[in-house]
């Protein structure tokens, strides 16, 4: 393969990743809206479809950094930066690409984190409310044993002084 070739194979791989990423930003945009909804079925079912997106994203990245590696090689460089645009026009939108790629992936982060402290804080106060069902039932627990104990129990009163 000849140096435009393997670019125009870069700037394809590139072009699937956006893709794939602006398809897992969805999915994270509406992971924030089932965390808010309190509706888990579809979170689980969204974090499922993320992962098939993130392992096509894993065969992407593999596929493209091939490539890389052969273009630096082909080339003698160490980095697209010592390759010079005019002599490679296509070389300017991959860079554009891989630009719009970091963004996307800044946004994604951005959001997962967010995602995520919001899944923490509806877990920790999950976790308080079971302590309070829990302790609420063991108190009432001791008070029906204290009244089953006491029921039917007839108070008497003893006088332990003496009379003189």
Do not use: C, W
Request: hydrophobic content about 35%; aromatic content about 6%; overall charge positive.
């Amino acid at each position: 393969m000849n140096e435009k070739e393997i670019l125009d194979g870069l700037l394809q791989k590139a072009s699937e990743k956006e893709e794939a990423l602006k398809k897992l930003l969805q999915l994270t945009m509406a992971q924030e809206h089932f965390i808010k909804e309190k509706d888990m079925n579809r979170l689980n079912q969204a974090i499922e479809e993320k992962k098939k997106i993130i392992e096509e994203i894993d065969s992407i990245d593999i596929a493209f950094l091939s490539s890389y590696q052969a273009l630096k090689k082909k080339l003698n460089v160490q980095s697209l930066e010592e390759i010079d645009p005019r002599q490679f026009p296509p070389l300017k939108d991959l860079k554009i690409s891989i630009q719009q790629i970091m963004r996307l992936l800044r946004q994604i982060d951005a959001l997962d984190q967010k995602n995520r402290k919001e899944l923490e804080e509806d877990f920790a106060a999950l976790k308080e409310e079971m302590k309070e069902v829990l302790f609420q039932k063991k108190s009432q627990k001791v008070a029906s044993i204290y009244r089953q104990k006491y029921v039917g129990g007839e108070g008497a009163f003893i006088d332990n002084k003496r009379k003189k």
